[in-house]
């Protein structure tokens, strides 16, 4: 501020208010700042535990990480894939090529 009222009582109160207002709006832009970063960090963390799972506690049930979750996966459709190939007559796509040969009446082309 170039210029002054000439009294120095009103000059030190403006001094003194755009201080007060610059701090409040420093505190402001910290405060969005931190509460931003704080979301990010609960985020993340949240994304963790789902990556590695979290143990059972007292009225919550354990829940698997992905890397476990995805082997139970892998387990349930080696115990389905003897379903897809032609095998001892018991498979199901042996029962779709006999369906085929019933309705058609010429056996499936070869995969």
């Known amino acids: 501020m170039s210029e002054s ?3 120095p009582a009103v000059d030190g109160l403006v001094v003194w208010s755009l201080a007060a207002v610059a701090v409040c709006a420093g505190l402001g ?3 969005r700042l931190v509460r931003g970063v704080r979301r990010i960090a609960t985020r993340v963390d949240d994304f963790v535990d789902d990556w590695n799972g979290v143990p059972p506690r007292p009225g919550v049930p354990e829940r698997k990480g992905v890397m ?3 082997d139970g996966i ?16 018991q498979s199901l796509r042996d029962a779709v090529d006999r369906v085929d ?7 499936p082309a070869p995969p």
């Not at 892998?74 to 007559?89: C, K």
């Not at 040969?101 to 056996?107: C, D, E, I, K, M």
């Open 101 to 107: 040969v019933a309705l058609n009446g010429s056996p």
């Open 29 to 31: 832009l910290l405060w």
């Open 74 to 89: 892998e387990d349930r459709l080696t115990s389905v894939e003897h379903e897809l190939h032609p095998n001892s007559g």
């Open 68 to 70: 476990e979750r995805l």
């Open 5 to 7: 009222t000439g009294v």
